[in-house]
């Protein structure tokens, strides 16, 4: 007979089936492996837990062949449970990006000195700080930028406060760069957004969140590339169910 963590295995797996069928449209007619690497292309939390899922199928199919007298040929341990448990929420209510706007984001307008912005950025161990002129996003200003503008300076002596922020990020190294995403934009999609970015050896430096992804709307979250972990973080501790 199946129980304990076999049963609360099975269970995770075939609500994980079910919904993987519906985004398949209903068909049924490939097994569930198959199924993973016909929806992987499409579903970046399929291609994140593509493998997991695979060995989780293999696992069923030991679990559900069971000996004579009842005895079952695998038990799977806590850690598989919890981590089916997991992937099951995190397919069926997948977290967005929203879970980074709860807190006002910190800016700065291009007429601001370049010592206002540091110290901002020092007191908050900020790396970054998005730069607006007349509620217009001009750029992102970072630590990376205002290092290469220092270095290209000629100047004996530099009084940060006379110079704007604006002044910097008009004729700092190109690349330093910002991308827009919805706030429903999904925490898997905008993951591999950076990885995606950084394959193409593309530096981003924050992904900036805004109610429809454009520059045009009110800010309303940053990503930066420190967050990473949080997002990760985020997944793991993504729970809906019991």
Not at 154 to 171: P, Q
Not at 180 to 199: G, K, P, S
Request: net charge negative.
């Amino acid at each position: 007979m199946i129980g304990g963590n076999s049963s609360t295995f099975l269970e995770a797996f075939v609500a994980i089936e079910e919904h993987l069928e519906h985004l398949n449209h209903g068909n049924r007619g490939i097994g569930f492996s198959q199924l993973v690497d016909v929806l992987r292309p499409h579903h970046s939390t399929i291609r994140l837990y593509a493998e997991d899922l695979k060995a989780f199928a293999r696992l069923r199919n030991v679990i559900v062949h069971e000996r004579g007298g009842g005895k079952i040929l695998a038990e799977p341990n806590e850690w598989a449970v919890t981590q089916i448990c997991k992937i099951r929420d995190i397919l069926l209510t997948p977290p967005s990006v929203s879970l980074f706007t709860q807190k006002r984001v910190t800016s700065v307008i291009a007429t601001d000195s370049l010592a206002h912005a540091t110290q901002i950025m020092h007191e908050r161990h900020y790396s970054q700080l998005p730069v607006f002129a007349e509620h217009r996003y001009v750029g992102l200003l970072t630590t990376r930028m205002i290092t290469y503008w220092l270095g290209a300076q000629r100047h004996a002596s530099l009084n940060l406060a006379t110079v704007t922020v604006g002044d910097v990020i008009t004729t700092a190294e190109p690349g330093d760069s910002a991308l827009f995403i919805r706030n429903d934009t999904l925490l898997t999609n905008a993951l591999e957004l950076f990885d995606y970015q950084t394959r193409r050896q593309r530096y981003v430096d924050a992904l900036l969140i805004t109610l429809d992804g454009t520059a045009q709307a009110p800010l309303l979250g940053i990503i930066a590339v420190g967050d990473i972990p949080r997002m990760y973080d985020a997944l793991n501790n993504h729970t809906t169910q019991t």
